[in-house]
């Protein structure tokens, strides 16, 4: 079955700092990967999605994803943090060509950026 | 650029007492879902409609019923409602449901809180 592991349920980093969200997947091969945010009172919003065309993916806000198949990881980045950012991340998987799921949402990170 | 509307956006209700929530997509997706949200519990999907005319359960679809009343409209009914169902509901819609790589579109959530 597939499955999706966010690593840190709770992040906080310091404005500017390195942000580092890890997402690891398990699924059929090729998967379509996708990150979400969540800010405060609202709906999930795409960030980016993973689709095969490029190992590297760039997002909205100057995140980004790298996807290693070797190590089932699409873990997400931004090189400084604002405080803007402060939200929650969500990586999600869209199972392989047997699959009869729809979407598999990990269960979030809450990313705090302290000023 | 309504996207997906959902209403109510706040509702308290009574221990037993049915309510319907409401969801509508403008762009002329196929598929549409139905999440709830809990702390610490990420999204769990209570039920989902692949296209038009099907409707198939989730993760958590006790004490749940839906509808696709059309392409653009799906609704999901709590016909007596229980405390441990105060939760954030979300609406979502993609284009396609089973190995898809077009991102799930949300709405901003309707929180329900059950007395």
């Known amino acids: 079955a597939q499955s999706v592991t966010q690593l840190g349920s709770h992040v906080s980093v310091s404005e500017g700092a390195l942000v580092l969200l890890r997402c690891n997947y398990s699924s059929s091969v090729p998967p379509y990967l996708f990150w979400y945010v969540q800010y405060p009172n609202q709906g999930l919003q795409l960030l980016l999605k993973y689709t095969s065309a490029a190992t590297l993916v760039k997002g909205i806000n100057g995140f980004e994803a790298e996807f290693k198949k070797s190590e089932t990881s699409f873990h997400l980045t931004k090189p400084s943090a604002h405080m803007s950012d402060a939200a929650e991340y969500f990586c999600a998987v869209s199972p392989g060509l047997l699959g009869n799921t729809p979407l598999v949402f990990g269960k979030g990170t809450r990313l705090s950026v302290i000023a | 650029n309504a996207g997906v509307t959902q209403t109510p956006k706040f509702q308290v209700l009574k221990t037993g007492q049915s309510m319907t929530l409401q969801c509508a997509q403008d762009m002329n997706h196929n598929s549409m879902y139905w999440y709830r949200q809990d702390p610490g519990m990420g999204l769990r999907l209570i039920y989902y409609?692949?296209?038009?005319?099907?409707?198939d359960k989730g993760e958590v679809p006790n004490g749940y019923n839906v509808s696709r009343l059309n392409k653009r409209e799906f609704s999901l009914r709590l016909e007596s409602a229980a405390p441990s169902q105060t939760s954030v509901y979300f609406c979502?819609?993609?284009?396609?449901?089973?190995?898809?790589?077009?991102?799930?579109?949300f709405g901003d959530g309707t929180r329900l809180s059950i007395l």
């Open positions: 409609s692949a296209s038009e005319g099907t409707t």
């Open positions: 979502a819609s993609s284009e396609e449901t089973y190995y898809s790589n077009q991102p799930q579109h």
